[in-house]
């Protein structure tokens, strides 16, 4: 195959866009897409200051690193589930993307501030690992963008993410969710950070093929938690019917964004309260995390870990 | 063929190009990237006699 742009040799094919790319216009052509999506939805303005989750995959690692190189600085947050050698290994991915970017990063680690790792919080507050791990590392980033004087959290979130939840929620209508899937959740000064997602318009494959060509060093392994996932098998559903009919995840993906404003669908939001405790947005007197907290025994002794690159950051 | 699929080294009948070792393997193409002497190649690519293929997974999450 040749790159529809210069002739060369392709190292891509793009059946969506019907279209193959070699390294260098594939590289610009990804960076381009994330460029384009932070201008088109208005994601991030002048004075926001961005902090972006990275778990020490292929997602995030790539986001810091485009972020940084197309001139928005952003700095890291890892949340280190204690799930052994695996959190290990993507703290070291990280480290590495930090010092190679030089942007600091934080850690919070869930055996220190909590006493337990994900797989024990989850038995004990009797849900699944997944659930878990999704409230917890909701709350986290929340918090460590506020107590860090950020504004904005950065997520890794992909098409094929973004699809897959789409899919669940339309398959069950979890109305609650359905319409509050677009790429920017607004912030709420004080309580709640605007959360952006980049990646919303790039999918799986190509951010793989980003980072393989980039070399970026990310953690190959699947969370050993997420085996069996339903997550997992609504992607391979839509990988076969991506297959068969290309371009039909960034349809699926585009056709709601432009319903939701279209039909400009008021997102049912129901009266906000602040929790007593913490202040994090919610409808009752405690949020969530802290009324599960609180009600099965767990202790929250919340701090993040510094990790400054070796070199001066230049804003 | 040698191939190297999911990090284990497994072995497979010969195949002419990519596209024919995803079919081989059973393989969504969108959900694997083919890399061949460490770079990354597309579907039609036709394998030479010492070539190293390598095939990555890409989906994650939970």
Known sequence: MKCKVCGGKAVISLRAYNSALCEKDFISFLENRVFKTIKKYKLINDKDKLLIAVSGGKDSLSLWYILNKLGFNADGMYIDLGIGGYSDLSLEKVKKMSDMLKRPFYTFHLNDAMGKGI??????????????????????????????????????????????????????WKEEYLWKKGMMLNEEEGHLSKKIKPLFLCSEREMAAYAVLCGIDYIYDECPFSIGAKSLFYKELLNRLEDNSP?????????YLKFIRQMN???????????????????????NFCRIMEKYGIERNIIFEEYRPTYEVFE | MKVEFNGKSIEIKKVSTVSKLLEE????????????????????????QDDKAKIIKVVSGG
Do not use: W
């Not at chain 1, 986290?140 to 504004?151: A, F, S």
């Open chain 1, 265 to 287: 669908i008021e997102k049912n939001r129901r009266e906000m309260k602040y929790c007593i405790n913490c202040g994090y947005p919610t409808v009752s007197d405690k949020c």
């Open chain 2, 25 to 48: 393997l059973a393989i969504n193409r969108e959900t694997h990237l083919v890399i061949v002497n460490n770079r990354l190649v597309t579907e039609d690519y036709r394998f030479n």
């Open chain 1, 247 to 255: 371009g039909t995840k960034l349809q699926f993906l585009k056709g």
């Open chain 1, 119 to 172: 797989e024990a919080i989850s038995k004990k507050i009797k849900r699944t690992t997944c659930s878990a791990c999704g409230m917890i590392k909701r709350y986290i980033m929340n918090r460590v963008c506020l107590d860090k004087g950020y504004n904005v959290i950065v997520t890794g979130h992909n098409l094929d993410d973004e699809a897959s939840a789409l899919m669940g929620n339309l398959l069950y």
